[in-house]
């Protein structure tokens, strides 16, 4: 039982989390509908600002939205694969954070391949990079925190 106690705190939260992010793919987040969401709102915050300026934002946002997403996965698989051993938390080794991002760069390009299927949504490498920069953020801010926490 202590094997599936363990699953479910550790790989669960991954396997969610990229079932999240797979569901984010779909044409309900595309971004023909994210506009009709975030131009509104950055319209009653900026009421005089040109259209051009909007759609630069709401551009910026859903790329940030892109990397933040896979930031939160690296860390979930980072957690799950340095799982602690009792009490004692494992020592970091970039050798496990290289592999973290491979692991993300991986899922990217097969979400981006997924989205390649779907109507009003297309695949871009860019966008691969954007989540495997995010990836790399996450496991930077994750090994700070630890740092300042005084876990390595």
């Not at 595309?30 to 300026?53: A, C, E």
């Not at 859903?62 to 799950?80: D, L, M, N, P, S």
Request: glycine content about 6%; overall charge positive.
């Amino acid at each position: 039982m202590l094997w599936v106690r363990s699953f479910l705190k550790y790989w669960l939260p991954v396997i969610l989390w990229m079932l999240i992010i797979f569901s984010l793919s779909s044409d309900t987040i595309s971004s023909q509908h994210s506009s009709r969401l975030i131009g509104p709102i950055v319209h009653w915050l900026f009421p005089n600002m040109p259209p051009k300026n909007v759609e630069g934002i709401v551009f910026l946002v859903r790329k940030c939205a892109h990397g933040t997403e896979y930031a939160i996965f690296a860390v979930f698989v980072w957690c799950a694969r340095n799982k602690p051993a009792g009490n004692n938390l494992r020592s970091w080794r970039w050798s496990e954070a290289r592999l973290v991002v491979l692991l993300a760069m991986l899922y990217a390009a097969t979400d981006e391949l997924h989205q390649a299927f779907v109507p009003n949504r297309q695949s871009s490498v860019v966008d691969v990079l954007i989540d495997t920069l995010g990836a790399v953020l996450g496991l930077i801010l994750l090994r700070g925190f630890g740092r300042w926490r005084k876990y390595w």
